[in-house]
């Protein structure tokens, strides 16, 4: 059964919109996911692109998976990587990194499409401050039927394991149902919930919204189908005893470590991003992400 509904936050960008499930007044975590956005469907126009300027993270780690489109990455650590559907990008901040986000120029040339999900995991007690670190991971599991094909990209789901790194616990998955399409949600984690980010399916019977973060009830197997098809992302882990705190791009279980970063981006004490070092996103007065 679907034990909380949490309805996103939408920003209209002008061609494509913004939507974020977390972090929510309601409800702050699903396992160590703190923020979750989902983008698009949408295309810019030929010429345009996305382009987020350098900002900084700490105490966490930045997961990117795409549907459609491209996105160069860029960081302080000199990594470059042009991600892609099908590939997951870990950029772990521990202490401190900053990081770019652009629309590739070969994309810029026919239009971007955006589509894909943006998320934080919190990273855990006793390793919040380990050393930045990044990767992009393409071998990644699959399950599938007729019916039913899945990826697991993080964590371990339905027998498979991804490769990918994980400090906590963490589950993480698309699922894509074709018409009359149907998958077991086993109880694989403290905590679980469901995005519908396209078509429709529904969990034991109960129709699931689109761009709705669904958390499930815990200690249950579930079945999660489709009749007309849908994608799904799947997402949880183990439940955090030590609350955390989301302000800006900044993550962490210490209010004076929040304070501490703010004040090294003014200060200009954080690393530069080889390649994209002329431009960077100043702290705002009041940020759209906070949890308390």
């Not at 997402?235 to 090294?264: K, M, Y």
Request: charged share 25%; glycine share 10%; net charge negative.
């Amino acid at each position: 059964m679907i034990e909380q509904i949490i309805t996103p936050t939408t920003h209209d960008l002008g061609q494509f919109e913004v939507r974020r499930v977390l972090p929510k007044r309601e409800r702050t975590m699903v396992g160590p996911f703190i923020f979750v956005d989902e983008f698009g469907p949408g295309q810019l126009d030929i010429g345009k692109g996305m382009d987020v300027r350098p900002h900084p993270h700490i105490n966490l780690a930045t997961v990117t998976w795409l549907f459609e489109g491209a996105i160069d990455h860029r960081d302080s650590l000199g990594s470059f990587s042009t991600i892609s559907p099908r590939q997951v990008n870990l950029m772990t901040a521990g202490s401190g990194i900053v990081h770019s986000e652009r629309s590739p120029a070969e994309e810029r040339a026919g239009g971007p499409k955006l589509y894909g999900m943006q998320t934080w995991l919190a990273l855990p007690d006793g390793r919040e401050e380990i050393d930045p670190a990044f990767e992009a991971v393409k071998d990644l599991p699959n399950v599938e039927d007729q019916c039913a094909k899945a990826v697991v990209i993080m964590g371990e789901l339905w027998g498979k394991r991804a490769p990918t790194t994980t400090y906590a616990d963490t589950i993480y998955a698309e699922i894509v149902l074709a018409p009359s399409g149907s998958l077991p949600i086993e109880i694989s984690a403290d905590e679980r919930a469901v995005m519908l980010v396209g078509g429709e399916a529904s969990v034991d019977g109960q129709a699931l919204g689109l761009y709705e973060l669904s958390v499930l009830a815990p200690g249950r197997n579930m079945t999660l189908s489709s009749e007309r098809g849908g994608r799904i992302m799947l997402l949880g882990g183990e439940a955090f005893t030590t609350p955390r705190h989301a302000w800006w791009n900044f993550v962490s279980s210490s209010r004076d470590r929040i304070r501490q970063a703010r004040e090294d981006w003014d200060a200009g004490r954080f690393p530069k991003v080889p390649g994209d070092e002329d431009e960077w996103i100043p702290i705002p007065a009041q940020p759209l992400t906070r949890s308390d």
